[in-house]
């Protein structure tokens, strides 16, 4: 049985995040994985649901900022 506050029953590391709410790209979406330390992991996805924010919608702009996008695209 989960906890009434639990959106699901899989584990966070499968819950896919809500697209950010920006114009939508018509393009298939793919997986990023990136390995970090799990303490990292913990401690950001931590920071993330306090500050309201799913963690990519971060690492977008992360990635936006530094490296810009292709031409004639904008972020979803």
Do not use: Y
């Amino acid at each position: 049985m989960r906890p009434e506050n639990q959106a699901s029953d899989k584990p966070e590391s499968q819950i896919e995040d809500a697209p950010a709410p920006v114009k939508p790209v018509e393009e298939r979406q793919v997986n990023l994985c990136v390995k970090v330390p799990e303490s990292w992991r913990k401690h950001w996805a931590i920071q993330a649901k306090v500050q309201d924010v799913t963690m990519t919608t971060v690492m977008v702009e992360a990635l936006t900022e530094r490296f810009g996008l292709p031409d004639n695209q904008t972020t979803r």
